[in-house]
């Protein structure tokens, strides 16, 4: 298990972009868990909705947590350091099924369907109280 601060050593993300908590669980090129807790603080609720008392968490944020949770799988699994460059290229058919709010804890999951060249597909899910809240494939570009 990696925690926030070895996270900070090695990514490329920094507070308050960094929105992995942990990784709970790496198997190299294939799969990773990792974990993110909202918190009150969090930057992004303070103004995505008028109020704070049911403030949601954004769907673009929880596309960028599956998105840094492969990129630590790969920089994990191909010992890249902080240098290479990890782009989001495309996301396909993302969907969410429930709000994530204030307080919830999110599981991300990243399999590796397949990597060409320079580029990898990867299958997301996050997955909140038992249940999946988003899945998406997504591909990303090393440069």
Known sequence: MTNYKNLLSFSPYK????LIDKIMY???????RSFKTIKKN?????????????SVY???LILEFLHQS???????SEKFNNYKMFY?????NAKFFFPILYKDNL?????????????????????????IACISR?????K
């Open 26 to 32: 790496i198997k190299e090129n294939i799969f990773i």
């Open 107 to 131: 599981f991300g999951e990243v399999n590796v369907v397949k990597k060409v060249l320079n580029m990898y597909i990867f299958d997301g899910k996050v997955i909140v109280k038992d249940k």
């Open 88 to 92: 989001l290229a495309k996301i396909k």
């Open 58 to 60: 954004p769907g673009v």
């Open 42 to 54: 969090d930057f992004f609720l303070k103004k995505h909705f008028f109020k704070n008392i049911n």
């Open 70 to 76: 492969s990129l630590m799988l790969i920089y994990k």
């Open 138 to 142: 997504f591909s990303c570009i090393i």
């Open 15 to 18: 507070n308050p972009m960094l």
